[in-house]
């Protein structure tokens, strides 16, 4: 999913770089509004997982492989906005080492970073609504948001691809091989993302910002973001 150098054109990587740090500002803000001195460390484990869990790779299909985004996990975990920075910032570290280039940085960022936390936590959040107030449901809700969120993500590559791709290969043979794909990832990133929310439930559900109904929400005030979807 890590897209190089040169693979889009300049205008179109350009255009994700100003949604990508409009998307990161607005992220920045939210989160300030309500996080507390004992979540940051909370913030920055998740950060150092999902760069640690993305060096990992998994056989997918025609000698292709995939590994865990995350957008999902971190928004379900610490909240979609400072889930989205998380993410933000394990592609950047990853960038300024080569794995994506920093000419496509808006490109991996708007991907994996933004549209992976708010697709997959809005799935997660309308999951939450119907489901039973369990730790298995609010595991199950994780896994299904996080395996859409990764499609989605393929979705926006695709359209990008279209936009601006500078390679050869039919928009709609790439659009294909890259749903296709990653609708297989996907699982394994569902798998992976419903078995760690429900590791930490198990031990910490206090610390799920997304535990609403299991767990007492994150303590921030009356204006707790997790409290507010609760209701």
């Known amino acids: 999913m890590h897209i190089p150098d040169g693979f889009i054109n300049a205008g179109t990587s350009l255009g994700a770089g100003a949604a990508s740090a409009a998307g990161i500002g607005v992220a920045l803000r939210r989160t300030g509004d309500w996080l507390e001195d004992r979540q ?7 950060a150092a997982f999902i760069f640690a869990v993305q060096m990992l790779n998994f056989p997918v299909a025609l000698g292709t492989s995939g590994h865990l985004l995350g957008g ?3 928004a379900v975990l610490v909240g979609p906005w ?16 080569a794995d994506g280039g920093l000419t496509a ?6 991907n994996m970073g933004i549209v992976t936390s708010l697709v997959g936590y809005g799935t997660f959040v309308a999951l939450r609504k119907v489901l039973p107030a369990s730790k298995p449901a609010v595991s199950a809700a994780a896994g299904v948001a996080a395996a859409l969120s990764v499609v989605i993500s393929s ?31 996907g699982i394994g990133e569902g798998l992976i993302t419903a078995a760690t929310v429900g590791m930490v439930l198990s031990v910490r559900p ?9 767990a007492a929400p994150l303590d921030a005030g ?5 409290a507010q979807e609760a209701k």
């Open 72 to 74: 999902a996990l971190a």
């Open 206 to 214: 206090d610390l799920v910002y997304g535990g609403w109904g299991v």
């Open 105 to 110: 940085l808006g490109l991996n960022v708007l």
């Open 40 to 46: 940051v460390p909370m913030a920055g484990l998740v």
């Open 222 to 226: 009356p204006a707790t973001p997790a």
């Open 155 to 185: 979705v926006a590559f695709a359209a990008e691809y279209a936009i601006g791709g500078t390679g050869t290969a039919p928009v709609g043979a790439v659009a294909a091989a890259m749903v296709g794909v990653h609708a297989i990832i």
């Open 82 to 97: 400072a889930g989205m920075i998380c993410v933000s910032v394990v592609l950047l570290v990853q960038a300024l080492f």
